[in-house]
């Protein structure tokens, strides 16, 4: 059975990477699916830390970032790139964080209680874009 321990009266976010970095290698396998991994990769990540209100990724496709799996409220199917924090973060191959999602021009509204955000992008080994992590919050400036 896969389980994921990290207790709640750990409060320091440096101690709770350290416990989930520590279980996901045991959580994640290269033989199942990359699909099983992403999604199960959400799941930790949300049970992890309260102050997430959304987390997914968003696959490149057809030159479109599609929605993959993820955890939270249902969310826009596709982004353009350079649009939006996801498609800004995946155009420039950067990652952004944002600390009031309203002060960001162009932001894609998904959820209107989300108030701050960060987006990784994730490259693959040949340097092209496979896609980008999105995590949201409802508190501002909740990533670093
Ligand atoms: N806010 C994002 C859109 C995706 S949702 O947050 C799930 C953006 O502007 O890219």
Redesign the pocket.
């Given at each position: 059975m896969e389980e994921l321990v990290i207790s709640e009266n750990i409060q320091s976010e440096k101690e709770k990477y350290k416990l989930l970095i520590k279980q996901l290698s045991g959580l994640l396998n290269s033989e199942d699916p990359l699909i099983s991994n992403l999604s199960n990769l959400t799941a930790a990540l949300k049970q992890t830390f309260d102050k997430i209100s959304?987390v997914?990724f968003y696959i490149f496709e057809d030159r479109k970032l599609y929605l993959g799996p993820f955890q939270g409220k249902v969310?826009?199917t596709s982004?353009e790139p350079g649009k939006?924090?996801?498609?800004t973060a995946a155009a420039n191959k950067e990652s952004i964080i944002v600390a009031d999602?309203n002060k960001?021009p162009g932001?894609?509204?998904?959820?209107t209680d989300?108030k701050s955000?960060i987006?990784v992008p994730i490259i693959n080994k040949d340097g092209s874009l496979y896609g980008v992590l999105?995590l949201?919050s409802t508190e501002y400036s909740a990533f670093d």
């Open positions: 959304w997914g969310a826009c982004i939006g924090i996801c498609g999602v960001f932001h894609i509204v998904c959820d989300s955000e987006v999105d949201d």
